[in-house]
Every structure is written in C-alpha cells, then in structure tokens.
C-alpha cells in the first residue's frame, strides 16, 4: 500500500530564516506531487505540484520554492522566511490518470517568530 | 479558476441526526467532487469522492449527491457519531491537477 511520509512535524523559525520540508512517497511510482497550505482556521491553498522529477508547478507567487530531485521526494524551501508563512503545510499525492484524487500526509506546523 | 463555496461554515448535530454540507462550484468543466475530513492537527482525509457521470454515491453512513445543472453537490452524513466531530472539505477538479476547496465546514457532534 501507498504511504506518505513529511517531516519534520513541527518547527518554530524566526524570521529570516531559511526553510526545508520533505515529504517522501513509497509503494508507487512518479506520483503527483503536490504541496497545499493552510492558515489556521481556513481552507486549502495550492502552492506547487509536480508531474515527474525536475517539473515544478507554482500556483501562487511567494516567498517558497519547490523541487523534485528524486522521483518520490518533494521538497518546499524558502531563503529567508517571512511572519506571513506561518501555517499548516500538507503534502499529498495523487495518481496519474485517476483524476485529481490525491491524499495527504500529517502536515507539518510552521511558527515564523 | 474554479470558485467553490461551502455552506454552513459551523454545523452542530444531535448524536443520531443527521448533517448535511452543500458546496457549489463555478466552473461548468468540473467533473470530479471529493470530500475530506479533517481531525484536529491532521491532514485531511478523503472520506468520498464522485465524479460527474453519477448523481449519487453511497458509503454507509455517507452519500454525496451533485447536481451538474444547479453546479452543486452535498455530503450527507447518517446516524452521526462523535467521531464525526471533524473539518470537512468540499473540492472540485475537472482533471488538471488542480483541486479547488471549499473553506470548510466545522461538524460537532452533540453527545
């Protein structure tokens, strides 16, 4: 069976900051990528997702950036972090082909201070 | 892009009740509609899921029903549980990687 795995869950950054969240996906192969966030109290938002190894996708113009070195890691960056990047940010994959089901990971807990 | 609103934002149920969540949607080339539950601290989880060439689905408890001509579609929740008390998410795609989501709807469930 498919699993997903983020890390690290939780983190305190002050501003400035550089930023590095992985997210790794076993039992499939060349996975949709994707990486959502979600400020607290609120829905869903897109920020990148990826089709196959170096393919990024961004949604939204931001303070992050997104890669995909191997062909189940995805990874979402930023140089220097900002207060408004504080909030719960989700990995999820999804199938090629099957539509637009995708599942998501446990999240992991921003605090920009 | 696709715009999908999602009533009601807080929704309180007698154990046993039943709860209802109607979400609709913009774009009429949306063809695919699932549904997420979200615990406290969790990522969502998809709970149903229907795409446009069915009017119904069912899964025990739950049944989500879409109405391609009125752009709308519903989760119905039977029998309701304290273990229903979650977030629950509405989303629309039609098939371009990109699911568009409601902002939620709080379930409690009233022992």
């Known amino acids: 069976s498919q699993t997903i795995h983020q890390w690290p869950a939780t983190l305190v950054q002050p501003v400035g900051s550089p930023l590095s969240l992985e997210c790794t996906v076993e039992?499939?192969?060349?996975?949709?990528l994707y990486w959502y966030r979600q400020a607290a109290g609120r829905g869903l938002q897109l920020l990148f997702y990826?089709?196959?190894?170096?393919?990024i996708s961004s949604e939204v113009p931001q303070n992050l950036s997104a890669s995909r070195p191997q062909d189940r890691q995805f990874i979402l960056s930023s140089k220097k972090l900002l207060l408004s990047d504080s909030g719960f940010y989700l990995c999820?994959?999804?199938?090629?082909?099957?539509?637009?089901?995708?599942?998501f990971g446990e999240g992991s807990w921003l605090t920009v201070v | 892009g696709e715009n999908v609103e999602q009533h009601p934002s807080t929704l309180s149920v007698q154990e046993g009740d039943s709860a209802v969540i109607k979400c609709t949607y913009s774009?009429?080339?949306?063809?695919?509609f699932p549904w997420y539950k979200q615990e406290l601290g969790k990522g969502p989880q998809l709970i149903i899921d229907?795409?446009?060439?069915?009017g119904e689905k069912k899964d025990q408890r739950i049944a989500v029903t879409l109405n391609k001509t009125a752009k709308h579609f519903s989760l119905h929740i039977t029998e309701t549980q304290p273990e229903d008390s979650a977030v629950y998410f509405c989303?629309?795609?039609?098939?371009?990687?990109?699911?568009?989501f409601g902002a939620g709807t709080t379930v409690t469930v009233r022992a």
């Open positions: 229907i795409r446009s060439n069915v």
């Open positions: 774009d009429s080339a949306s063809n695919y």
């Open positions: 989303a629309a795609s039609k098939n371009d990687y990109k699911l568009s």
């Open positions: 999820a994959w999804g199938t090629p082909g099957a539509g637009d089901t995708i599942y």
């Open positions: 039992g499939t192969s060349n996975p949709n």
């Open positions: 990826s089709v196959g190894i170096g393919q």
